[in-house]
């Protein structure tokens, strides 16, 4: 007989007669109802801890820390297995898989059917962005694991409070996740928007069952977005104080591999006295016009879901300070003194420890100790620089969106759009090179349009438009931008040196969008010159090194340009007209 550890904390009707609904399909032994406190996450964590799927930490060193590893063959998102299942394949465009919801939803029902005997069903109530917000939204996932549980415990505002924000409505996130056998064959991440709903099933790694994010704050999130007038974006937000106080709200859209939680969380050089960088987010940003006229973002999230190798205390020493308590990590090192290690982490390697797979390791072995995709899920708290504002409903104003990937030659250090479509083009048109870590030849560039290819909810076409449509809305709009911290020499090293001299080029942009800053008109857009940056205590670096990193080479354009119809092609029947006609005018200007 199946048993209730907890009574509901929700008179909610629509959510009750769904938990009834969902327990009656996958009949688990117990449900238990999370309320997000302090004792049950002592409780969940000593239960998981006993089942072996946490490992406690050193607390001396990692207080509060725990280590997961997953299955070997569950370790990343699975493009492949993710749908959009909308009434026509249209909806979903031609960059997305497509399933007829009734297909699906019949196909998943009966692989959950039972799967969850012998199990405890988790009713996990979260909200994703700052009570109150006009942008928060309200989801309910099911799950099957404990792992899931105390993750989403981290990732969102978990447990009662989301309740009290529902109250009696049925404007809320339905998710279902069932952890099954772990069979790649039986795998499925199934968007159904029209229901604001998502079934997972067959996996247990994070950017597939933590349902609030990417599959809520981007997928579902991006189709509310368009038809509710606001934007669901893969974007970090930081903001920039001057010296004297002055407060500047920055977005920035970067593919995997690109740098984007390092620039998130930037500490400036000590040349910039006076300056701070504060995180607002690192990954997500909902963006809806504000009564004034300008742009406003909320982080939806409450932790961090970071890519832990190559991350230490000089790439990103605010990342190592939020993950050096509470933390959960996932598919890292183990040394033998209950501390974890990744390849890029301080200090050398240890002479001994069990690799992501429980297998022994040496600084000999073939292998890599840690996955490159090992995460830890810290919560945002810890960052030393969170930006007081994270928690204000009414988010933050954006003065410039940023775009950027890594590309070795052709795109300069920094460029500015002349205008709102203009930069809509850009982002439309990013790429980035594929890194050995991405599946594909090393080096070949991948369109990746505003970094939310595997994120958009729906047709990529009309996703562009939408960002036309909103500018509508907008009297004083964001500057958008282009970086690239990663063209090289003729010797293959890297032109700028990246990490916290990036300060240089984000001082640029701030200046640009408070007035302050010269720039010269190129075919591209708005260049800085060479004496626009302050270049004092760089070493080994003067203005022909930053002339070199600005070069715009008008055969490596003209290529590119070519390389860039291969999206467009793809998508050319729902393709605004306005991104055909910029690409007209940059091959005019060329």
């Known amino acids: ?53 946490l490992i406690p930490l050193n607390p001396h060193k990692l207080p509060g820390c725990y280590y997961h590893r997953s299955n070997p063959n569950d370790v990343a998102r699975v493009e492949q297995c993710t749908y959009i299942c909308t009434e026509t394949p249209e909806d979903a465009g031609p960059t997305n898989n497509w399933a007829a919801p009734a297909e699906m939803y019949a196909k998943l029902y009966d692989l959950a059917r039972g799967s969850m005997k012998g199990r405890t069903m988790y009713v996990v109530p979260y909200l994703m962005g700052p009570p109150g917000s006009p942008l928060c939204k309200v ?88 038809k509710q007038g606001w934007m669901a974006e893969h974007m970090l937000i930081l903001g920039v104080e001057s010296p ?31 300056w701070k960088v504060w ?17 406003y973002a909320i982080n939806p999230e409450a932790g961090y879901f970071g890519v832990v190798p190559g991350t230490n205390y000089e790439s990103n020493p605010n990342a190592m300070a939020a993950m050096s308590r509470d933390t959960i990590y996932t598919n890292v090192a183990l040394t033998p003194d209950g501390d974890v290690w990744w390849e890029g982490k301080d200090g050398p390697p240890p002479a001994e420890c069990l ?80 890194t050995a870590a991405a599946a594909g030849v090393q080096g070949q560039v ?34 958008v931008f282009n970086v690239n911290w990663f063209r090289r020499d003729k010797e293959g090293k890297f032109l700028w040196p990246g990490y916290g001299e990036n300060m240089r080029v984000l001082k640029w942009i701030v200046d640009r969008c408070r007035g302050g800053a010269d720039a010269n008109e190129t075919p591209l857009g708005w260049v800085p010159g060479a004496h ?13 090194r930053l ?20 999206l467009f092609f793809k998508l050319y029947s729902d393709l605004p007209k306005e991104l055909i006609f910029q690409r007209e005018l940059l091959v005019a200007r060329l």
């Open 279 to 295: 995180t607002v987010g690192d990954d997500i940003a909902w963006m809806k016009p504000g009564p004034d006229g300008r742009l």
């Open 355 to 434: 690799d992501w797979r429980g297998n022994k390791w040496t600084p000999d072995s073939k292998e890599k100790a840690a996955h490159p995709n090992s995460r830890f899920a810290a919560p945002m708290i810890n960052n030393p620089m969170l930006a007081p504002e994270v928690n204000n409903p009414d988010g933050v104003p954006i003065s410039a969106i940023i775009f950027g990937g890594r590309r070795a030659d052709t795109m300069p250090l920094v460029y500015q759009a002349f205008n709102w479509i203009h930069g809509v083009y850009i982002g439309a048109t990013m790429g980035s090179e594929m």
């Open 139 to 226: 989801g309910v996932e099911l799950t099957d694991s404990i792992y899931v549980v105390l993750s989403m415990r981290i990732m969102t505002r978990m447990g009662d409070i989301a309740w009290k924000q529902l109250g009696e409505s049925n404007a809320f996130n339905r998710g279902l996740h069932c952890t099954l056998d772990l069979n790649p064959d039986r795998r499925y991440i199934a968007h159904f928007p029209h229901d604001n709903a998502i079934i997972s099933l067959g996996s247990n790694y994070g950017g597939n069952v933590l349902l609030g994010k990417k599959c809520l704050a981007l997928r579902i999130g991006s189709f509310l977005g368009r």
């Open 1 to 53: 007989m199946m048993k209730t550890q907890n009574q509901a904390t929700t008179p909610n009707k629509f959510i009750t007669d769904w938990v009834s609904d969902m327990t009656a399909l996958c009949q688990p032994d117990r449900i238990h109802w999370c309320d997000g406190s302090e004792s049950e996450k002592q409780s969940l964590t000593a239960e998981a801890v006993q089942s072996g799927i």
């Open 244 to 274: 004297t106080g002055e407060k500047t709200y920055v977005a920035a859209a970067f593919p995997s591999a690109c740098g984007k939680t390092n620039f998130a969380m930037l500490v400036p050089p000590e040349h910039f006295n006076g």
């Open 446 to 479: 991948r369109r990746d349009p505003m970094a939310m290819l595997p994120f958009c909810g729906y047709n990529m076409g009309d996703y562009f438009r939408h960002w036309i449509q909103i500018r509508k809305a907008l009297k004083y709009p964001p500057r």
């Open 547 to 566: 002339e070199a990193a600005q070069t715009i080479n008008y055969e490596d354009w003209r290529r590119e340009i070519i390389m860039q119809d291969e």
């Open 532 to 544: 626009s940056f302050d270049l004092e205590g760089m070493e080994n670096f003067d203005t022909a």
